[in-house]
């Protein structure tokens, strides 16, 4: 079965530094999300990603985040300088973007990278 | 601002059981509602969803019931069996005019835990 990767699997940065998390969708889904878990929080949305723009973000996606799809197959998220609440398990998911009433298609989430910021 | 909630942090069932999981929420404009399961040190993986306009939906020993008017919706699992053992999440989000767009908002997660 397909899957959605992510690389690296631990990234540890030092405050201030530049981050980007790398991750290849599946590769007939049309939208594409970051998610985050802070340890011990609930999974939090931070911004999805049609079309080659971004089709919405939450409130924590601040100017400091940025999405890009620089292939026809990687899909990654930079965060410019990083804070010591930046550390969380950062998650890309994608799904195939079409939707009947009866739901049968779900979001694939990859395994996710565990960023430390120190 | 909890839109979805997960109330018991955690539930232990004995192998066999059936294992109820709960999740309520405060947002009527929900269209859809999924169940996650999630191993350590892997990302959630979907296991069963209902829409809104139903309200219960099927798939093996999987079951989900959705009670509007309570704004309540749980997990059915059985037999449950010791692979069941994850943490489990509620998600739901509004279709709105974003079609095809999957914001999902989560739940805090309930830690089950299957005694062989």
């Known amino acids: 079965e397909p899957e959605v990767t992510q690389t690296p699997s631990h990234q540890v940065t030092q405050m201030g530094q530049e981050v980007i998390l790398r991750c290849v969708p599946i590769?007939?889904?049309?939208?594409f999300y970051w998610y985050r878990q802070i340890l011990g929080q609930k999974v939090e949305f931070l911004v999805s990603?049609?079309?080659?723009?971004?089709?919405?973000k939450s409130e924590i996606f601040d100017d400091q985040f940025s999405v890009e799809r620089p292939d026809g197959s990687n899909f990654t998220l930079k965060i410019r300088s990083t804070k010591l609440e930046d550390s969380a398990m950062y998650f890309c998911?994608?799904?195939?973007?079409?939707?009947?009433?009866?739901?049968?298609?779900?979001?694939?989430f990859g395994n996710g990278t565990r960023l430390t910021v120190t | 601002d909890q839109q979805v909630k997960q109330n018991s942090p955690s539930l232990s069932v004995q192998e066999g059981r059936i294992s109820i999981l709960n999740c309520d929420y405060t947002?009527?404009?929900?269209?859809?509602f999924l169940w996650y399961k999630k191993y350590p040190a892997e990302g959630p993986t979907f296991l069963i969803s209902i829409s809104s306009i139903k309200d219960k939906n099927e798939d093996g020993r999987f079951t989900v019931f959705l009670n509007k008017s309570a704004k309540h919706l749980s997990l059915h699992i059985v037999p449950s069996q010791p692979g069941d053992s994850a943490v489990y999440f509620c998600?739901?989000?509004?279709?709105?005019?974003?079609?095809?767009?999957?914001?999902?908002?989560f739940g805090t997660g309930t830690r089950l835990t299957i005694i062989p």
């Open positions: 998600a739901a989000f509004r279709e709105g005019s974003n079609f095809g767009n999957e914001k999902l908002t």
């Open positions: 998911a994608s799904s195939e973007g079409l939707r009947a009433r009866t739901y049968n298609s779900p979001l694939h």
């Open positions: 947002n009527s404009m929900f269209d859809y």
């Open positions: 990603f049609y079309n080659n723009e971004i089709s919405e």
């Open positions: 590769s007939n889904h049309l939208y």
